[in-house]
């Protein structure tokens, strides 16, 4: 009997790793695909699926609905959206004012 258990314990352990393997892949595969769906949205940029649909509500993202219902992003459209509004770096600020003050100094 204990054997049994063991290898239970060790099946159930190959199908977690094996589940993990599959999810890493699927991963992988959305930063290939052209066009993601709000579901792969919510993956690719790690917030709430509430947030993407209020996005698209809004005409935020651009967005295609060929059949009037399923919404999809072009991958592309979604980086430049979260791209918007960038930060600079305190070393990128520092950068730019050295330059800035040696080219008066010209």
């Known amino acids: ?13 190959i199908k977690k790793d094996l589940s993990l393997i599959k ?7 959305l930063y ?5 769906t709000i579901k792969e949205a919510v993956i ?7 947030f993407i649909q209020k996005l698209v ?3 935020q993202i651009p967005h295609s609905k060929p059949n009037g219902k399923l919404v999809f992003i072009h991958r592309k459209d979604l ?3 979260l791209s918007q509004n960038r930060v600079s770096s305190n070393d990128e ?11 008066l100094k010209k």
């Open 93 to 103: 600020v520092d950068y730019l004012v050295s330059n800035s003050i040696h080219n």
């Open 44 to 50: 690719v940029t790690g917030v709430s699926k509430s």
């Open 1 to 13: 009997m204990q054997q049994n258990e063991k290898i239970l314990k060790e099946i159930r352990k």
């Open 32 to 36: 290939r695909k052209k066009y993601i």
């Open 79 to 81: 980086e430049k959206f």
């Open 57 to 59: 509500a809004s005409k």
């Open 23 to 29: 999810d890493e892949i699927y991963r992988r595969n």
